[in-house]
């Protein structure tokens, strides 16, 4: 009698994983597209802030360098991350480096930074973090225009050591009341670019021997065939 | 046990069982995410279409599935459900997904829907137990919206903020600023500012229940022997 019931549920039970199984994975194919659309559009959102269209005419999300092992602990990467090269008729432009301060009040704050080729920040955004509403998430270009005070400064534009929040004889505005979040963005912009300025000549040697015009925007691709 | 009225299934998930303010089922996401109108909409209408969809199934299969595997089932059925969501809402908001992150798959451990789906739809035919799926989920959004209303206008003294999110690119100018640009009230926005908002929601429902008993208290005609009963229009204070 038990035997038979344990048969009847378990039979019951598998039947209803498989349903569900079934409706799941249809579900999984349906929004398939959309999602890694969707993915892609927010992606691109965030590199088009920084280089706006009218400054490249690649493919920002495809375009993209590895960055060398021994820079990941500068950059704060525990696993590596890509730059994002942008370029106007194959010349490079700028480039686009994902960035990591473990220095926020509550965690880390992670950025991407867009670097000029000569050296000036081309715009910052923080793209994720977990500081205070209200006070430390003013680093959020949706919160405060403070991220866009480092569009044009470089590291000789102001010197490295006023690569800091006023407070602290730097440059750069604090918060009323938060003042490690914007110092723990301001710092690690400038070992960005610091990075940046290192890794500069490598990257662009590898940027024109890679350079595939294929791979770029449509006119390129036309003169090609004709 | 099939003999639940309509009018009464809709009082009860609106008002009088109403699953956030009288159950105080599933108050983690409630909490967590009422910082503003969009986040509660968007969680409130997930959990919603999650609580209609079970009760239905649930309901369906009342008959075939042995008490023996009545919870695993319902735990699958609504876990399905959940995940669907999840799914659609990355695929068409992605931005509020993202925003909403850990409490969209977290839906599943609302006890709101499994309680509903126990204690309700798999004792109902499938009509009134989408019906009361229907209510407690509005009953949950409504709360989820006043809170995330009160918090937002509190907290940083906007409303309807960033609902492009969830209507598309027609909804970026319905953003209102009643207290002008700059205005910000840090706890409101802060876990205890949800403790203290829900804490107040509540005490304004229990008020006007408390009201509402007077009143009726106070329309009882007094029983006065041999005498006509009087009708009595209007208020006795």
């Keep these: ?155 000789s534009n102001p010197e490295p050591s006023a690569w800091n929040v006023k407070k602290e004889k730097g440059n750069f505005d604090q918060f009323t009341g938060a003042t490690i979040t914007p110092r723990a963005v301001i710092h690690q912009i400038a070992k960005t670019i610091e990075y940046f300025n290192q890794d500069k000549e490598r990257l662009l040697n590898e940027l024109n021997s890679s350079y595939n015009p294929l791979s770029s925007n449509q006119s390129s691709t036309e003169q090609l065939i004709q | 046990m099939s003999n639940v009225s309509i009018s009464e299934v809709t009082k009860n998930g609106l008002w009088t069982n109403n699953p956030a303010l009288v159950q105080l089922l599933g108050l983690c996401p409630l909490l967590a995410v009422t910082g503003t109108v969009v986040n509660a909409l968007g969680l409130g209408l997930a959990t919603m279409m999650v609580l209609i969809g079970s009760n239905i199934i649930v309901s369906l299969i009342r008959h075939h599935v042995s008490d023996a595997v009545r919870l695993p089932v319902f735990v699958i059925i609504i876990a399905t459900f959940v995940t669907c969501a999840e799914l659609i809402m990355k695929a068409f908001t992605y931005e509020l997904y993202q925003i909403l992150g850990i409490f969209i798959p977290l839906i599943v451990t609302n006890c709101a829907i499994l309680g509903r789906a126990e204690a309700f739809a798999s004792k109902q035919s499938v009509g009134i137990a989408a019906l009361d799926g229907f209510m407690m989920g509005l009953g949950f959004l409504i709360v989820l919206v006043c809170l995330g209303a009160v918090r937002e206008l509190l907290g940083q003294g906007t409303l309807l903020a960033d609902m492009q999110l969830l209507f598309g690119p027609i909804a970026e100018s319905w953003t209102l600023r009643p207290f002008g640009e700059g205005y910000s009230f840090l706890i409101a926005i802060l876990p205890p500012g949800a403790f203290l908002v829900m804490g107040f929601l509540m005490a304004i429902k229990n008020a006007i229940d408390w009201q509402i008993k007077l009143k009726a208290e106070a329309d009882k005609p007094a029983p006065v022997k041999g005498a006509k009963r009087i009708r009595t229009t209007g208020h006795i204070s």
């Design chain 1, 1 to 155: 009698m038990i035997v038979k019931s344990m048969g009847k549920n378990s039979l019951l039970l598998a039947v209803f994983a498989l349903i569900t199984a079934f409706i799941l994975a249809s579900t999984d194919r349906l929004t398939e597209d959309r999602i890694a659309e969707s993915e892609r559009l927010a992606a691109q959102k965030a590199l088009f802030e920084i280089i706006p269209l009218e400054r490249h005419n690649n493919d920002l999300l495809l375009d993209i360098q590895p960055i060398p092992e021994k820079y990941w602990s500068t950059l704060g990467l525990e696993s590596g991350g890509d730059i994002h090269i942008a370029r106007f008729d194959g010349q490079p432009v700028a480039a686009i480096i994902p960035s990591i301060t473990p220095e926020g009040y509550s965690g880390d704050i992670a950025m991407i930074v867009g670097v000029n080729f000569d050296g000036s920040i081309a715009g910052v955004r923080v793209v994720e973090h977990k500081e205070t509403p209200g006070l430390g998430d003013k680093v959020d270009v949706r919160k405060s225009d403070w991220i866009l005070s480092f569009n044009g400064k470089s590291l």
